[in-house]
């Protein structure tokens, strides 16, 4: 995961930095054609270059969940295909896992598992 340098570059530390960005994502959503001309600010003036570095950590961890979320739904369907309905524990247990390799692996041994019981869930 990607994180924002620990010494402040702007007069700003990095937590408050965090909390400035998930304020503006919640309160002020951007429409599609602001998102554009924001885009188009921010690129085109070297003034908001740290702008800029925040938008690009925001986007690599929104890029990052999105992955995340994609194994657990891929690894939900092929488990429901290959054993059948699983339970809530079983789904819950899925959900809650948070290692990119632990998804790797799973994902990989529904190949060879005969039983949903041979991969620990």
């Given at each position: 995961?990607v994180k924002l340098p620990s010494k402040p570059t ?28 924001f885009e188009q600010i921010i690129s085109s003036d ?76």
């Amino acid at each position: 995961m990607v994180k924002l340098p620990s010494k402040p570059t702007n007069g700003i530390d990095p937590a408050r930095q965090n909390l400035l960005v998930e304020f503006v994502e919640t309160y002020m959503p951007l429409d599609s054609q602001e998102s554009i001309e924001f885009e188009q600010i921010i690129s085109s003036d070297d003034q908001y270059k740290e702008v800029k570095k925040m938008v690009t950590v925001y986007e690599q961890r929104g890029i990052e969940k999105g992955i995340e979320q994609g194994k657990k739904e891929t690894l939900l369907l092929l488990l429901n295909k290959k054993f059948g309905p699983l339970s809530e524990a079983q789904q819950q247990a899925i959900l809650q896992i948070k290692s990119m390799q632990t998804l790797n692996e799973l994902l990989l041994s529904i190949m060879d598992a005969s039983t949903i019981a041979e991969l620990d869930l």
